[in-house]
């Protein structure tokens, strides 16, 4: 018998062996699809890139018993004056989530009584000042926070 026909009752043996075996092995055979599993309704999914973050939020507030004649803010360099503010007085700012130091300041003119701003960044008071004047005056604060 020439050696070719020798090796393929040997060769078909190998193949049943390994069919017969493939039931009982943890592994996935060539055969079936390897599995995905789906996440659950619960899981959620961190956003990986910074425009997909959501912004950190600066807010300022201005209290007091005084007569504001003009409120400045500036966040990286983009001014906005807002006149004749009543106190109390608040607005959040969107500052970018972008790993980049950005400065902020508010500058408040005001007339006789006191006034008091704060500013908080995420939660935490980043900065603050008072003034009392039975003339005219101003307030002012400011610095840089981490986006």
Not at 78 to 88: G, I, R
Not at 91 to 101: F, H, K, L, T, Y
């Amino acid at each position: 018998m020439p050696p070719i026909v020798r090796l393929v009752p040997a060769a078909a043996a190998l193949v049943l062996l390994g069919t017969a075996c493939a039931g009982t092995s943890d592994e996935p055979t060539t055969a079936d699809p390897p599995s995905v599993a789906s996440p659950s309704p619960s899981a959620s999914v961190a956003p990986s890139t910074p425009a997909a973050r959501q912004p950190h939020i600066l807010v300022v507030s201005a209290t007091g018993t005084a007569r504001v004649t003009s409120l400045t803010y500036v966040l990286d360099g983009k001014s906005t004056k807002v006149s004749a503010v009543k106190l109390p007085w608040r607005i959040s700012i969107d500052v970018p989530s972008d790993g980049v130091r950005h400065a902020w300041s508010v500058t408040l003119a005001h007339g006789k009584g006191n006034v008091e701003v704060r500013a908080i960044f995420d939660g935490k008071v980043v900065g603050t000042t008072r003034g009392s004047t039975s003339g005219t005056g101003t307030a002012s604060t400011g610095g840089s926070v981490l986006g």
